[in-house]
């Protein structure tokens, strides 16, 4: 990705202090239009942390986050996430009881029509719009091959469909930037290759910059455009993924010291 | 053999402990002398009894368990089930011109109940929030319309909607404080909220009239001709208009059709809600409240909508539950009154209506048919939900998702 490409997220000196303990010491990022930018580091060093800063569900200690140049620091997670930040969760959390269609069509909320009275007479808005959001359901449920299980509870799907329903759910409220938090967690080795093909399709075909924490490496290194490496809330180093894999210090966070 | 003779045997002996003093000794009063005479046979009767059932116990397990047939509800296409519900409706329609004056006000009761369980129904089973105050909102619908005739003149019809409104507005109000409240907390919350109201009511003594309550209220009108006896100065009475003589089985049947109306209109809407983007943003609150956050849903707007449509469902039930008695105090207003409701949405199974509906139907005919038990009822109350939550922890019609065919 060129230096030149538009910046999207701008995160500057972030800091979040929980009492004592500071768990994330003035991080700095550039999020660039249809980039992969992968946040990596040992456990604990605070890259939750930064997601759910930028994502509005803390209100940081310290530093600036602005989304394509407006400040969205110390927002609301529902007003951030209008504005075109989405996530997934580390652990998943889907609506379980709902049917794979419903988390979809809940995805939608702020985009459809919601009034009370022309959905309690059915007007020909309401009906129509309810049309779209189905639509729009049918065409994410196909695209992550998801079709079949349309009509199931969601918690009752296995684990790396639930993973993709998540994505789905997310990537159908139209967003600009969508984080994902361990998307590979958990999956088999198959089920991590598709996902870097959906990350790759997401970002060509649907205009999405991907923010995104991950452990496992292979994807990191095969998806990333940039990496930035954490350790104790402190970022150590941003680079191209090859550069960060040879550098001395970030080998040093996670191997230790000889 | 031996050792299950043993358990029988001290299986009656603990039951004959019990018995005795319950049943076995009987209290008798000839002139001034009260005398306790023991009923020995009333105790080794019930021993005998304990005994032989302990015996036969594994036999009985066996014989009943032993056909596992599942029993399942035969599925209907949405033809049938719009055929059904018509015929439901009809049969409702129908009954009562063929039925007894007592019946038909026990299920004018039943209707009430369904549309409060209903309104319930949205806070408890979809939105998921704890609400044991519920029966405040019903009883500022029933004292709205009690205050505007008593202090107004206003009839039941003017009453109605504003009994509505009025509700919902206090249900927009107790969402303000408890949103940031969630299970427990929430429930303690809106307790006290529901004990607040009804102190309010019993302490404004000159507005409310204090635990006296306000009597004497009309009951509603047939497009403005009353339904009574006799009418007051310068109106015209239904029955006369008609050319009837009055019949108080007429006043009975037309609240029963009020209700029914009501409880109807209240199902509509409930069943429409649930499949509204409001009611999926309900269903998804009470899954997970930050997946809601994290995807645009502004939880704030969504508990509120959920506490003031479920309010103003009360407040309709409670304007017409005014009507129908006459009379309004706050005792028809305690807390065993939101707890029923409340059983009434858990026995059905949290967020079905059908569920709702049958478990109005048990809650409110079983203790009118039990009359005899009328001590045992909050006992035999208890015994029920216990066992339904061992047993059937989803209700007795648990909710079954909604199926849509997506077009290619």
Redesign the interface.
């Given at each position: 990705m060129s230096q030149s490409a538009k910046t999207l997220l701008e995160v500057s000196n972030l800091t979040m202090r929980f009492g004592g303990l500071l768990a994330v010491d003035g991080v700095s990022f550039e999020l660039h239009d249809k980039e992969v930018f992968a946040i990596i580091g040992p456990n604990g060093a605070g890259k939750t942390t930064v997601f759910n800063c930028i994502g509005g569900f803390y209100r940081p200690t310290g530093g600036s986050i602005r989304l394509d140049g407006e400040s969205i620091e110390g927002k609301a997670s529902h007003v951030v996430a209008r504005k075109g930040l989405v996530r997934t969760f580390q652990n998943v959390r889907l609506f379980k009881q709902l049917t794979v269609l419903e988390n979809l069509l809940v995805a939608q909320h702020s985009l459809i029509n919601t009034s009370l009275f022309s959905g309690l007479f059915k007007s020909r808005a309401y009906r129509q719009s309810e049309e779209q959001a189905q639509a729009r359901a049918a065409h994410w449920l196909d695209l992550l091959h998801l079709r079949e299980f349309a009509n199931r509870e969601a918690g009752n799907l296995a684990y790396g469909l639930q993973r993709r329903l998540e994505i789905a759910r997310c990537m159908i409220t139209d967003p600009r930037v969508l984080m994902l938090d361990e998307p590979a967690a958990g999956l088999n080795p198959q089920e991590k290759r598709d996902l870097q093909v959906l990350i790759d399709l997401l970002r060509r075909d649907y205009n999405v910059a991907v923010l995104l924490i991950e452990h496992d490496m292979s994807l990191v290194m095969g998806i990333s455009d940039r990496v930035l490496v954490m350790e104790h809330g402190c970022p150590i180093v941003t680079g191209l993924p090859a550069e960060v894999q040879r550098d001395p210090r970030v080998i040093k966070a996670y191997l230790g010291e000889e | 053999m031996f050792s299950r003779v043993k358990t029988a045997l001290f299986a009656a002996i603990i039951a004959g402990v019990i018995i005795a003093p319950v049943f076995g000794l009987q209290i008798t009063r000839v002139g001034m002398a009260t005398t306790i005479v023991p009923e020995w046979n009333m105790i080794f009767r019930g021993m005998a009894i304990v005994f032989v059932f302990h015996l036969i116990r594994p036999y009985l397990a066996k014989f009943i368990f032993k056909p596992k047939a599942k029993f399942t509800a035969p599925v209907m296409g949405d033809k049938g089930r719009k055929a059904l519900t018509f015929l439901l409706i009809a049969i409702a329609l129908i009954w009562p011109f063929f039925s007894g004056r007592s019946q038909v006000d026990i299920a004018t009761l039943v209707l009430i109940y369904v549309m409060l369980g209903l309104g319930l129904n949205i806070v408890v089973g979809y939105a998921g929030l704890l609400d044991l105050g519920f029966v405040g909102f019903y009883a500022v619908g029933a004292y709205t319309y009690a205050l505007m005739y008593h202090w107004l003149g206003l009839g039941f019809w003017w009453a109605l909607p504003c009994a509505g409104i009025m509700a919902g507005i206090f249900g927009y109000i107790l969402g303000f404080p408890v949103l940031r409240l969630r299970g427990d907390y929430l429930a303690i919350v809106t307790l006290g909220f529901g004990e607040i109201i009804r102190l309010l009511l019993i302490n404004l003594y000159d507005f409310t009239g204090g635990p006296d309550g306000i009597s004497g209220i009309p009951k509603p009108t047939v497009f403005g001709f009353p339904m009574a006896r006799r009418a007051p100065e310068g109106e015209t009475t239904f029955h006369d208009l008609m050319g009837w003589s009055f019949n108080n089985q007429d006043v009975v049947i037309y609240l029963y059709m009020l209700a029914l109306v009501l409880a109807l209109i209240t199902l509509f809407?409930s069943n429409?809600?649930i499949r509204?983007?409001?009611g999926?943003?309900w269903?998804?609150l009470r899954?997970?409240e930050?997946?809601?956050?994290?995807?645009?849903?502004?939880?704030t707007g969504i508990k509120l909508s959920a506490f003031t449509i479920g309010a103003t469902f009360a407040g309709f039930g409670g304007a017409f539950f005014a009507a129908r008695q006459g009379i309004v105090n706050p005792e028809s207003f305690g807390f065993i009154e939101s707890a029923l409701i409340l059983a009434i949405v858990v026995l059905g199974g949290m967020g079905s209506q059908i569920g709702v509906i049958l478990a109005a139907i048990l809650l409110t005919v079983v203790p009118e048919i039990a009359r005899g038990f009328a001590e045992y009822r909050m006992l035999v109350f208890g015994l029920v939900m216990v066992l339904m939550m061992v047993w059937r922890p989803q209700g007795l019609m648990p909710v079954k998702?909604?199926?849509?065919e997506?077009?290619?």
């Open positions: - | 809407v429409r809600l509204m983007p409001v999926r943003a269903e998804a899954e997970d930050i997946a809601c956050r994290s995807l645009g849903l502004n939880p998702r909604p199926t849509v997506l077009k290619a």
